[in-house]
Antibody, heavy 118, light 107 residues
Framework: QVQLVESGGGVVQPGRSLRLSCAAS????????MHWVRQAAGKGLEWVAV????????YYADSVKGRFTISRDNSRNTLYLQMNSLRAEDTAVYYC???????????WGQGTLVLVSS | EIVLTQSPVTLSLSPGERATLSCRAS??????LAWYQQKPGQAPRLLIYDASNRATGIPARFSGSGSGTDFTLTISSLEPEDFAVYYC?????????FGGGTKVESK
């Protein structure tokens, strides 16, 4: 069955870096655009970044532009989010999400918690 | 960026009642609007995409309508498992944006 499994979350000090991974299985990863979406505790959803199925196109939320980098390795069916210069306001559960070209199929991971604190 | 405003913030209803949720965009998003359901401790689940298309496996009691700036998610008869938070999201312009959510709670 379809699985997206995030990893790499944890506690990190402000200003430091962290890399999240999202391992995909059960669907044709290379055919799906991949997103990162985050959610602070008790708050709503915030879209973070997207990468096209072939990795050629990327977009970011203004709040992370210049600090976060999304990438993917289709040979490993894995999505990444490199997060640099982390701030307290980046504290959230980070979800990866695969979206089909027609937008009708969405697959979500269970989320990984990033806590930025000194 | 496009701002999505959802109303009401909270909707208190009983099982079997009809729920009507609203999402208004700060500028036209054509029909590029989706609705998600999220329960505590779970990832969001896609319900409706492109304003009115039900996602795979979504029951027929969920329907979406609207275009341009005004959209509605209707749950025709609430089941116990429908009490959750609902978010709209636009994919017309980058960055993608979500509304603030509507919590549907049991009266």
């Amino acid at each position: 069955q379809v699985q997206l499994v995030e990893s790499g979350g944890g506690v990190v000090q402000p200003g430091r870096s962290l890399r999240l991974s999202c391992a995909a299985s059960g669907f044709t990863f290379s055919s799906y655009g991949m997103h990162w979406v985050r959610q602070a505790a008790g708050k709503g959803l915030e879209w973070v970044a997207v990468i096209s199925n072939d990795g050629s196109t990327k977009y970011y939320a203004d709040s992370v532009k210049g600090r976060f980098t999304i990438s993917r390795d289709n040979s490993r069916n894995t999505l990444y989010l490199q997060m640099n210069s982390l701030r307290a306001e980046d504290t959230a559960v980070y979800y990866c999400c695969g979206v089909s070209s027609g937008y009708g199929d969405h697959y979500w991971g269970q989320g990984t918690l990033v806590l930025v604190s000194s | 960026e496009i701002v999505l405003t959802q109303s009401p913030v909270t909707l208190s209803l009983s099982p079997g009642e009809r729920a009507t949720l609203s999402c208004r965009a700060s500028q036209s998003v054509s029909s590029y609007l989706a609705w998600y359901q999220q329960k505590p401790g779970q990832a969001p689940r896609l319900l409706i995409y492109d304003a009115s298309n039900r996602a795979t496996g979504i029951p027929a009691r969920f329907s979406g309508s609207g275009s341009g700036t005004d959209f509605t998610l209707t749950i025709s008869s609430l089941e116990p498992e429908d009490f959750a938070v609902y978010y709209c999201q636009q994919r017309s312009n980058w960055p993608l944006t979500f509304g603030g959510g509507t919590k549907v709670e049991s009266k």
